[in-house]
Every structure is written in structure tokens, then in C-alpha cells.
């Protein structure tokens, strides 16, 4: 079992025991993610394959976050805010803007990348490094201006 399952394992006990109904959800419906994709795979995920099941759930909530404010639904941002807080506990620390462009330029220099054809070897060189600790919509935007620049 990776670490990072074993831990959302251990949380929600924690939860359990203490009674906290909303955080034994929501830590609930990520082990059920995780499980499912496991399922759908047909393979045992690893950390970074836990990651990348946080990282859509993440990315989920943010989404639903704005779609709720849009709609005046307070009460459901409120609800989806703390999902999300609690989702980012089991995420790695987020990375500085410096950090990743270092990373965005070493993975340019290692592919050879030269124009916005060779995109995704750079994003697939990144991937790895940044699931879970950079919104992966921004660091595409940062390597196609970097490539077409």
C-alpha cells in the first residue's frame, strides 16, 4: 500500500473516532476515488497515482467553487471551501512561481523542445515533478509562451 493511502487509511479512522462527520466524508469519497480508479486500471496506485486522484478532486471543487458563487449558492461554496482544504492537507506543499519555471526551463533544455509542436513531451516531462503541487493549466500556458516566444 503507498504511503499516501495508508494515510488517508490512518485520517479516516482518526475521523472516525473523533466524530467529525464532514471530514470522514470527504476523506471517504477520496479513498472511493481512489478505489475506483484502481478498479478501472486494473493496478494498485501508487503515491503519485493517488496524487493524481487528489489533483482532479482538487480541481473539481475549484471548479464547483465558482459555478456555486455564480449562483449565489453560499451555503454549497462554503461546503465545496472546506472539501477543498481538506483535500489540499494530503497534497505536497504548492511550488513558487521560480520553482517552476526552473522546472518548465530544464524540461525545455532536456527535451530539446523548440517550437509549440514539441508541447507535450515538455508537459509530459513535467507532469510527474508538478501533479499536485501546480495548477497544470497555468504551467501550460508558461511552456507555450516559453515555445512560441
Known amino acids: 500500500m503507498s504511503d499516501l493511502k495508508a494515510r488517508l487509511q490512518d485520517e479516516m479512522k482518526a ?3 473523533a466524530g467529525q462527520k464532514e471530514r470522514l466524508g ?3 469519497l477520496v479513498i472511493a476515488a481512489v478505489k475506483q480508479k484502481e478498479i478501472d486500471s486494473r493496478a494498485a496506485l501508487d503515491d503519485s497515482g493517488v496524487l493524481a486522484v487528489l489533483d482532479r478532486m ?3 471543487r475549484r471548479e ?3 459555478q456555486f458563487e455564480r449562483a449565489g449558492r453560499e451555503d454549497l461554496v462554503e461546503k465545496e471551501r472546506a472539501e ?3 483535500l489540499q492537507e494530503f497534497l505536497p506543499a504548492p511550488l513558487t ?3 517552476i519555471d526552473a ?3 530544464a524540461a525545455v533544455e532536456e527535451t530539446g523542445a523548440s517550437s509549440v509542436r514539441d508541447m507535450g513531451a515538455v508537459m509530459g516531462k513535467l507532469k510527474p515533478a508538478l501533479q499536485g503541487r501546480a495548477d497544470m493549466r497555468a504551467v501550460s500556458a508558461r511552456v507555450r509562451s516559453r515555445l512560441s516566444g
Open 64 to 66: 464547483s467553487i465558482s
Open 26 to 28: 470527504t476523506i471517504r
Open 58 to 60: 482538487t480541481k473539481q
Open 97 to 99: 512561481e521560480s520553482e
Open 103 to 105: 522546472l518548465v526551463a
Open 15 to 17: 475521523a472516525l473516532r
Open 84 to 86: 477543498l482544504d481538506l
